[in-house]
């Protein structure tokens, strides 16, 4: 018989009670991220929810990865992280560096003893992670004589060994060819209640994401349910097009989209700049 797939064996972490659904998670006012003079994100307020599924898009450089490494340092004691840059340890083992994922949920001496001779617990638990993100290398091999698509699965059996409810995806598919890409998609939304996702990957954001959050030269300009876009949109959101308005609006066809509402009973957290 084979093995469970990782989605149903994480279900377990991921189960929100109803009334939790849709609460605020956090909630960034007047953002600002600077990088010496250059202003990388600058946002007014933006809201993530918990059980919400949100896809975050725009051009190269625009911000998105300043965003989400933000937002997961907020968010970071309940939030797994899979990074554009990944992060991973060269000359460690596929183990290894899935195993260092979650160093912070158990005592040194239990990670210092699994990093010398792994256990059998941890040992199946990972090996279950790659049989479900379709990595047929041995865990015993280093990272470093990897493919791009395999470490990035390395990279984002890390994040799934965490277990956390909240997943927070940097590009996370990029480097695997398409239909893989949806299928670990596939895979990732089903193990976590709540995901928000760097994409450049239109169709995905479409078709699997609840919300679309868009920006531009650090702006929030698009924020809205996903069943209200269409590729067409998303295509001339990416240009520079008259479709997106000073104001922050999107328009769509001959109607302007409006950008989701915020709830008003959210605490905004203080006015952030941070500087670098
Ligand atoms: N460490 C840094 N030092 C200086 N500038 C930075 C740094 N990180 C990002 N920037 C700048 O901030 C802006 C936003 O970068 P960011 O990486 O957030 O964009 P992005 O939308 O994620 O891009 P991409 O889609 O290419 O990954 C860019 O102009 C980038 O050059």
């Not at 307020?45 to 896809?55: D, Q, W």
């Not at 277990?163 to 939304?189: C, K, N, W």
């Not at 067409?232 to 479709?243: G, K, M, P, V």
């Amino acid at each position: 018989m084979g093995k469970p797939k990782l989605a149903k064996q994480m279900s377990i972490h991921s189960k929100l009670a109803h009334s939790e659904l849709n609460r605020p998670m956090l909630t960034l006012n007047q953002l600002v991220i600077q990088f010496e003079d250059k202003t990388a994100v600058s946002i007014d307020k933006l809201s993530f929810h918990h059980g919400e599924k949100t896809a975050i898009i725009g051009r190269s450089g625009c911000g998105k990865s300043t965003l989400i490494n933000h937002v997961f340092e907020q968010l970071k004691p309940t939030a797994a992280l899979c990074s554009q840059r990944q992060g991973l340890v060269e000359n460690l083992s596929v183990f290894h560096n899935i195993f260092m994922g979650a160093l912070n949920q158990h005592s040194w001496i239990y990670n210092l003893a699994n990093l010398v001779s792994p256990f059998k617990g941890p040992r199946q638990a990972i090996q279950q992670i790659a049989d479900s993100l379709e990595l047929d290398c041995p865990l015993s091999q280093p990272v470093s004589s990897l493919s791009g698509g395999q470490r990035q699965r390395v990279a984002l059996g890390r994040a799934l060994y965490q277990r956390q409810a909240l997943f927070i995806g940097d590009e996370a598919f990029s480097a695997l060819d398409p239909v893989m890409g949806q299928r670990l998609l596939t895979q990732v939304l089903a193990s976590h209640e709540t995901v928000i996702m760097v994409l450049h990957d239109m169709d995905m954001a479409l078709t699997h994401f609840d919300r679309v959050i868009g920006l531009r030269e650090g702006k929030k300009v698009l924020d809205i349910d996903a069943k209200y876009l269409d590729l067409n949109t998303l295509e001339a959101f990416y240009q520079n097009s008259s479709d997106t308005d000073t104001a922050g609006g999107v328009n769509v066809g001959d109607k302007r989209v409006n950008e989701k509402s915020e709830s008003p009973q959210i605490e905004p957290l203080n006015s952030v700049v941070k500087r670098y």
